[in-house]
């Protein structure tokens, strides 16, 4: 049986704090429609019309991962 490597191990922490840090958000997410209900009428419709134009195919172009958090973020 092979063993794991200091920084094999090290790696492995790295790799394990990022997917929690992926899954707080997505509970977020999903904490976050549960309050839809609670949404502006006018902020679900641009939502649902930024949807349909994800969906028909126009999509968004980013210059890094910081923009495109602060596009959702601003959504």
């Known amino acids: ?4 490597t200091q920084k094999g ?4 922490i790295q790799r394990q ?4 840090r992926e899954v707080e958000i ?4 999903v904490e976050r429609q549960a309050d839809e ?9 641009r939502w649902e019309r930024i949807s349909q134009d ?3 195919g ?3 172009r980013f210059t890094s991962a910081r923009a495109a958090r602060a596009w959702l ?3």
């Open 17 to 20: 704090a990022r997917v929690e």
């Open 1 to 4: 049986m092979p063993s794991i």
């Open 54 to 56: 994800l969906d028909r």
């Open 73 to 75: 973020k601003r959504l």
């Open 37 to 45: 209900a609670n949404v502006r009428p006018a902020a679900l419709k």
């Open 26 to 29: 997505l509970k977020q997410l």
């Open 58 to 60: 126009k999509g968004r």
């Open 9 to 12: 191990y090290k790696h492995l």
